[in-house]
Nanobody
Framework: QVQLVESGGGLVQAGGSLRLSCAAS????????MGWFRQAPGKERDFVAA????????NYADSVKGRFTISRPNAKNTVYLQMNSLKPEDTAVYYC???????????????WGQGTQVTVSS
């Protein structure tokens, strides 16, 4: 089974930063596109960012471009989401996910972590 475990969430003031981590199995890290999604109360789970294993391609939602950075150092079986200049609108449960495809839709991702809460106060 592919296992994904998120960590790094918490409470931060607007303008602050957090770094989320997604600990993944070796199989997941070496074979899958990794993505971050978020879900706020009353809203659907939305795409945040994704990164491919090969080619170094990344993709970001327009709402986070220039503020968030997804990375997966090859020396670690961990995917990171560095979140800077956080806004209250970023408040959500953030989920790490794995996919065989470089996509933005939730139905493309077959493996999900349990989520980590990010709360940004104004």
């Amino acid at each position: 089974q592919v296992q994904l475990v998120e960590s790094g969430g918490g409470l931060v003031q607007a303008g602050g930063s957090l770094r989320l981590s997604c600990a993944a199995s070796t199989r997941t890290f070496s074979s899958y596109t990794m993505g971050w999604f978020r879900q706020a109360p009353g809203k659907e789970r939305d795409f945040v960012a994704a990164i491919t294993w090969s080619g170094g391609r990344t993709n970001y939602a327009d709402s986070v471009k220039g503020r968030f950075t997804i990375s997966r150092p090859n020396a670690k079986n961990t995917v990171y989401l560095q979140m800077n200049s956080l806004k209250p609108e970023d408040t959500a449960v953030y989920y790490c996910a794995a996919s065989l495809y470089f996509g933005t839709n939730t139905n493309v991702y077959n493996y999900w972590g349990q989520g980590t809460q990010v709360t940004v106060s104004s």
